[in-house]
């Protein structure tokens, strides 16, 4: 089995995060796309505006489209978001011979020195970097990457959460997620 985690706080989880998946599932075969939102992200500590639950749901919801795709709560438990802790579960449950990718945007992996263990982290995976226009990144020593450059939509989930703000309906996301979103009233002010 090829599978890939695809970590974030998808808060929310936005077409392009689909279109990044699926560019990298079809690119490198994988068979598995685990996207495990993180609970308690150790680099946006207090960055979550939406629940883990309401993120988890508009996940599940995002990925019924593709069975490659599946929501995870890997995380959901864990007082930080650690992608090392994360890997090691992962793996515990893969046969030896499986291969694991860990999905990364090139703003994340820009920063992976910065991470907890980050050269087990390394060692423990193959990444695949969604690239971002003006993101710049540089692969350490010892790190297996490629890119993933098929993706080129302008689309962030903070742009998303200030339309919903603002009581508009953004394209960028799911309509499931969308119509989750506002029947839930995520990202509105608070009266």
């Known amino acids: 089995m090829r599978l890939a985690i695809f970590g974030g706080t998808f808060d929310p989880v936005h077409e392009a995060h689909l279109a990044i ?3 990298a599932a079809d690119g490198f ?3 598995r796309v685990l996207f495990v939102p993180a609970a308690h992200p150790p680099h946006k500590r207090g960055a979550t505006h939406a629940s883990f639950a309401d993120r988890l749901s508009m996940i599940e919801l995002a ?7 599946e929501a995870s709560r890997l995380e959901e438990f864990t007082a930080c978001s650690y992608s090392i802790d994360t890997i090691e579960r992962v793996r ?3 046969a030896p011979e499986d291969e694991l990718f860990f999905l990364i945007g090139a703003d994340a992996f820009a920063e ?5 263990r980050w050269e087990d982290v390394a060692r423990a995976v ?3 970097v969604a690239t971002r226009p003006g993101a710049s990144y540089d ?4 790190v297996t990457a490629d890119r993933v450059d098929a993706v080129r939509l302008p689309v962030s989930s903070s742009d998303a959460r200030r339309a919903l703000a603002a009581g508009e309906r953004p394209a960028s996301l799911p309509p499931a997620v969308l119509e989750y979103a506002l029947a839930h009233r995520l990202y509105r002010p608070v009266p």
């Open 29 to 31: 075969a994988l068979d």
């Open 92 to 94: 515990a449950l893969l």
């Open 139 to 142: 692969v350490p020593s010892g």
């Open 21 to 23: 998946a699926r560019a």
């Open 63 to 69: 990925v019924r489209g593709d069975a490659r795709f």
């Open 112 to 116: 992976i020195r910065t991470w907890k």
């Open 126 to 128: 193959h990444f695949l």
